[in-house]
């Protein structure tokens, strides 16, 4: 059955219902990293969103949108990530309950966090247990909807509510540089971005070492990878979806990479100069443009800063690196 790509109207229509709901989250600048780039850069901090990430975004406005009888039988998501709270946190403030489900090796801070906004926790063993079938299990016995963290239309209508506000608040941009792991926020940025600021270079952002988006655009069909192994465990996605790759192929105009390394420089610099804490996946925007700043001169720059969670050890250990 073809399918049908939400349009912008889908974005005002999510950005209606997370009104007073979600965090209209600050757009910062540097005056220290614009002259060193010789751009004028805008951040949208995502990292200041509810749950720590963009993803409650997208999952609001999902649950939002269940019929009475989905809210009944409650939703069911798969991930360790800023997905699984996201999730949690929009059930538990429609009264929906919420399975997520965790490999039983997920950080137990990130386990305490979604169990804390009131999901319930199934644990299942990555190398023996297939995930798609525990969904399917629960989907068919208890009547559960199963929401993805991308591959959605509701879910990256979301996700592009964060660039409508950005343009919203700064007005039409050069360049706008975001993230790209499945494409949720990659594609709802497109569709907001083609609306609000038409003449945008739109940039997507992927860990070096999983440049399935790359391969994907450029080849023009959908290209799987093994689990990359990379820091930017927010990026870690193997493909893009059915919903996501045709939206991003027809508005995107490029993407690049950037190595670990150039990630950790944009950590220290967001911690040092701006004092912020922002995780390594959060990291790709800004990283790629000082990796690209000689296109970029006397350019007024976008930066989507998509998370900021990461486990407080962790955060040392790289920050001394
Ligand atoms: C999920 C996530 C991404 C990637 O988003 P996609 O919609 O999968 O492309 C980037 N950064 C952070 C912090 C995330 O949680």
Known sequence: MPITLPTYQAVVDASKRLEGVANVTPVLTSRTLDNDIGAQVFFKCENYQRTGS??????????????????????????????AQGIALAASLLKIPAIIVMPTDAPAAKVAATKGYGAEVIFYD????????????????????????????????????AAKELFDS??????????????????????????????????????QAGNDGQQSFNSGVIVHIDTPDTLADGAQTQHLGQYTFPIILNGVNRIVTVTDEELVWAMKFFAERMKMVVEPTGCLGLAAVRKYKAELQ??????MITGGNIDIEKLGTLLQS
Do not use: W
Not at 66 to 79: L, M, N, P, Y
Not at 130 to 149: F, K, N, W, Y
Not at 174 to 190: E, N
Not at 298 to 303: D, I, K, N, P, S
């Open 126 to 161: 990555r190398y023996t247990q297939d995930r798609e079938a525990i969904g399917q299990a629960l989907a068919a016995e208890r009547g559960m909807t199963l929401i993805p963290s991308y591959d959605h239309p509701d879910v990256l209508a979301g996700q592009g509510t």
């Open 298 to 303: 006397g350019q007024r720059v976008g930066v």
């Open 170 to 207: 700064v007005g039409p941009l050069d360049a706008l540089f975001v993230g790209l792991g499945g494409g949720g926020m990659l594609s709802g940025t497109t569709l907001s971005t083609r609306a609000l600021s038409p003449d945008c270079t739109l940039i997507g952002v992927e860990p």
């Open 54 to 83: 963009f993803k409650f975004r997208g999952a609001y406005n999902s649950l939002a949108k269940f019929t009475d009888a989905q809210r009944q039988g409650g939703v069911v998501a798969f991930s360790s990530g800023n997905h």
